[in-house]
């Protein structure tokens, strides 16, 4: 009869899942997704616990010197098996064996784990050998001398574990015994097991992970500016500026919504011109609240400059008229020197925390009536300038 039912149910297995609907199907793959997921979870809240667990041993040790400590026994919510039991023994002995700290050290003790028979006047005892102190003395089991007890169960959407550490003597007493449960207001936390910390600290930590570790940064800057054509056809413009810049970015919060720059360029094309330059910017996050880890951020800023350039290309800054034989005659010497000032307004979008690229319209109130100097955008103010910047953080 057993073989029949078996062929039976060999047959219609296969008909019945050729007979579910692409609904069910559908279904079926999700609820295995969820508790995948949803065992997922579990071993990380259990591994969290785990590590808190041994780094209050290691904050307050509870014995004073290293002592050998047999794993009596783990439990795990029903359903998730033998496969997560195994993990959590696992983990917690990497944990002990990576923090000595703790003075608790896992050893091997057969007679401890193995069922023993012991009989006697009042009768005959079946037990385990650390439920029976008295059995395991007779046997001369001198290895462990404490048991660890580690329980953890599932308390609705809170996960619990209870541990105790019990001396092996016929009294059992318990020495030492603590529950600690996770909070579903906060992910688990993945530590590092050979540099435990608090569960406040480690969280801390992840955070300024993700937001960058501090509110300082070094941007390195490749920028180019662009300058637009003079209303005198007959002029030279002056050509692109390419700079590579520098300094130091300070963000207002964590949450980098505001942020300020002071920045320092240089600019060196041989026979062509050379230069320095200072900025100040400040910038606002407009694509949310704050910074994303997961899709690119874009700042609006303004700004203001002072820059100081020398060369041949520099004479379109002057205020008189230049054609291209007074660029090639002031080639032959260092060429004038100019100074201006100048505003920015534009867009930064940042990619990462380590990448990003921004656009600019400057305007130049001391070139407006230069003869060589145009206006790409007339808007409240002449901007003369658009600059393209690649940036990278540090």
């Known amino acids: 009869m057993a073989a029949l039912m078996a062929l039976l149910l060999s047959l219609l297995l296969p008909l019945a899942a050729q007979a579910a609907t692409p609904v069910e199907q559908a279904q079926v793959r999700e609820l295995d997704r969820v508790r995948t997921e949803v065992a997922d979870e579990v071993h990380l809240y259990a591994f969290d616990l785990l590590d808190e667990m041994v780094w209050e041993w ?147 930590e992840y955070l300024d992970a993700l937001e960058g570790r501090g509110v300082f940064s070094v941007p390195v800057r490749l920028a180019v500016r662009s300058y637009a054509q003079g209303w005198n056809m007959r002029a030279t413009p002056a050509p692109p500026f390419l700079w590579l810049q520098t300094g130091v970015e300070l963000a207002a919060t964590e949450a980098r919504t505001w942020t300020g720059g002071l920045i320092v360029g240089y600019s060196f094309v041989p026979q062509a011109y050379m230069g320095f330059m200072g900025q100040a910017r400040v910038a606002r996050l407009i694509t949310g609240q704050r910074r994303s880890l997961t899709r690119p951020d874009l700042y609006v800023f303004v700004g203001g400059s002072v820059n100081s350039v020398w060369g041949a290309a520099t004479l379109p800054f002057q205020e008189d008229l230049v054609n291209a034989d007074q660029v090639l005659a002031a080639s032959k010497r260092e060429g004038p020197r100019t100074s201006f000032g100048g505003f920015q307004v534009g867009l930064d979008g940042r990619i990462g925390r380590r990448i990003g690229v921004s656009t600019y319209l400057e305007t130049l109130p001391g070139l407006v009536y230069t003869p060589n100097m145009g206006t790409y955008v007339q808007f409240i103010f002449a901007f003369q300038s658009i600059g393209t910047e690649v940036t990278f953080w540090f």
């Open 58 to 204: 290691s904050q307050e040790p509870v014995f004073e010197s290293p002592t050998p400590v047999v794993l009596a026994g783990v439990t795990v919510p029903v359903g998730l098996g033998s496969g997560l039991q195994a993990l959590v023994e696992n983990h917690l002995s990497t944990v002990l064996a990576d923090n000595p700290a703790a003075n608790v050290q896992l050893v091997h003790c057969p007679q401890c784990t193995a069922v023993v028979v012991h009989s006697g006047p009042e009768g005959t005892v079946l037990s385990r050998g650390y439920d029976n102190p008295e059995v395991l003395e007779r046997l001369g089991a001198e290895t462990g001398r404490h048991a660890l007890f580690v329980d953890i169960e599932a308390e609705g959407a809170f996960l619990v574990l209870r541990a105790r550490l019990t001396r092996l003597t016929p009294d059992l007493p318990i020495v030492w015994s603590h529950t600690l449960s996770t909070s579903t207001s906060t992910p688990a936390l993945l530590r590092d097991s050979t540099q435990l910390t608090s569960a406040a600290d480690a969280r801390q």
